[in-house]
Nanobody
C-alpha cells in the first residue's frame, strides 16, 4: 500500500520560508494527484494546495496564493510545498495526500492515502 512521509516542518519566524516534502515509499507517484492539507489547533482541516498527476494543474487556497508553490519531481518520487512569507496563521500540522486519477486534475478532497503530518510553527 502506498505510504507517504512528510518532512521539512519546523519553527520559523514570520516572513521566513520552509519547503515541505512529501515522499512516497516503494511505489511511484506517477499518475497520482497530490494534495497538501493543514490543520491548526481548534480549526477544521483545510486544503492548502494540490497538483495533478502530470503537474499541469495546480490549485491553491486563497490564503496562500502568491506565497506557496507546489511542485513535483516524479524521478525522486516526491512532491514539494515551498512556503514563503510565512505568517503566524500558517501554523498547523501539514499533511500530504495522494489519489490515483486517470484524468489529469487535482481535487480538494477524497484522497485515498495520507501521510502522518509535519508540524509547521511560525512564531517570533
Amino acid at each position: 500500500q502506498l505510504q507517504l512521509v512528510e518532512s521539512g516542518g519546523g519553527l520559523v519566524q514570520p516572513g521566513g520560508s520552509l519547503r515541505l516534502s512529501c515522499a512516497a515509499s516503494e511505489f511511484t507517484l506517477e499518475g497520482y494527484a497530490i494534495g497538501w492539507f493543514r490543520q491548526a489547533p481548534g480549526k477544521e482541516r483545510e486544503g492548502v494546495s494540490c497538483i495533478s498527476g502530470s503537474g499541469a494543474m495546480t490549485n491553491y487556497a486563497d490564503s496562500v496564493k502568491g506565497r506557496f508553490t507546489i511542485s513535483r519531481d516524479d524521478a525522486k518520487n516526491t512532491v514539494y510545498l515551498q512556503m514563503n512569507s510565512l505568517k503566524p496563521e500558517d501554523t498547523a500540522v501539514y499533511y500530504c495526500a495522494a489519489l490515483f486519477l486517470k484524468v489529469d486534475i487535482c481535487l480538494g478532497g477524497a484522497y485515498d492515502y495520507w501521510g502522518q503530518g509535519t508540524q509547521v510553527t511560525v512564531s517570533s
